[in-house]
């Protein structure tokens, strides 16, 4: 079995990361994308996050109907900060038969170095990046150049077209009232709008 693990804060989900998750399901025939949000991640510790079970509804209804993409709560139900070596440690001890494939974007893959443990987070997943909006195919690959080795060796590139769409930006235009049409799906739309959720930022 290959079981892609999408870590994020998802703070909203965006076709941003439908469409990074739908790559690398295709590209490295992944049989499950589980998209596991933080509770608390390292890197965005001074910022107020919508709640877990906001995160987790709005997940829930972005990936309605497509059974190969699963919302895994275990960070939520750990608590604490959500450390991606921990996640994986586990993961591995669930589903020994698996090979996990950890994804993300160009922004995270610079910042790996610094996480927990890399090294053994190279170990225990396949790290599958996709460029920014930032970040051309070019500059990706000069990033994995600059990583060590051991982190190297388990990194897999996949082409996306950029896809400029952030959380950020979602949360800036709803703070000013602009449109989220056609960034997000239609239900996580609603949700947020009945929700109330990022009008002030
Ligand atoms: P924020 O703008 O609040 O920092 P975000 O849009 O980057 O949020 P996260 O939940 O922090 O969303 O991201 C989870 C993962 O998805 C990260 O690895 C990030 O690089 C990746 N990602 C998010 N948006 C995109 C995108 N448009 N293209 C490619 N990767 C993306």
Same mark, same amino acid.
């Given at each position: 079995?290959?079981?892609?693990?999408?870590?994020?804060?998802?703070?909203?989900?965006?076709?941003?990361?439908?469409?990074?998750?739908?790559?690398?399901?295709?590209?490295?025939?992944?049989?499950?994308?589980?998209?596991?949000?933080?509770?608390?991640?390292?890197?965005?510790?001074?910022?107020?996050?919508?709640?877990?079970?906001?995160?987790?509804?709005?997940?829930?209804?972005?990936?309605?109907?497509?059974?190969?993409?699963?919302?895994?709560?275990?960070?939520?139900?750990?608590?604490?900060?959500?450390?991606?070596?921990?996640?994986?440690?586990?993961?591995?001890? /669930?589903?020994?038969?698996?090979? +996990?494939?950890?994804?993300?974007? %160009?922004? *995270?893959?610079? &910042? =790996?170095?610094?996480?927990?443990?890399?090294?053994?987070?190279?170990?225990?997943?396949?790290?599958?990046?996709?460029?920014?909006?930032?970040?051309?195919?070019?500059?990706?690959?000069?990033?994995?150049?600059?990583?060590?080795?051991?982190? /190297?060796?388990?990194?897999?590139? +996949?082409?996306?077209?950029?896809? %400029?769409? *952030?959380?950020? &930006? =979602?949360?800036?235009?709803?703070?000013?009232?602009?449109?989220?049409?056609?960034?997000?799906?239609?239900?996580?739309?609603?949700?947020?709008?009945?929700?109330?959720?990022?009008?002030?930022?």
């Amino acid at each position: 079995m290959k079981l892609g693990i999408f870590g994020g804060t998802f703070d909203p989900v965006h076709y941003g990361h439908l469409i990074l998750a739908e790559t690398a399901r295709e590209a490295c025939q992944l049989d499950e994308v589980r998209f596991l949000p933080a509770y608390s991640p390292p890197h965005k510790q001074n910022q107020i996050i919508t709640t877990g079970k906001q995160r987790v509804e709005m997940l829930e209804f972005a990936t309605a109907g497509f059974p190969e993409f699963v919302v895994d709560q275990r960070e939520l139900k750990r608590e604490g900060t959500s450390y991606t070596v921990e996640t994986l440690s586990e993961m591995t001890e /669930q589903f020994p038969e698996a090979e +996990l494939h950890f994804l993300m974007g %160009a922004d *995270s893959l610079i &910042d =790996l170095p610094n996480w927990r443990q890399p090294q053994r987070i190279a170990s225990l997943a396949k790290i599958v990046a996709v460029n920014r909006e930032n970040s051309s195919h070019e500059d990706l690959h000069q990033v994995v150049s600059n990583l060590p080795d051991s982190i /190297q060796r388990s990194v897999i590139i +996949l082409e996306m077209p950029p896809i %400029a769409i *952030s959380a950020s &930006d =979602l949360r800036l235009r709803i703070s000013e009232k602009r449109s989220i049409r056609f960034l997000t799906p239609r239900p996580v739309e609603r949700y947020i709008q009945e929700h109330g959720l990022y009008r002030a930022l």
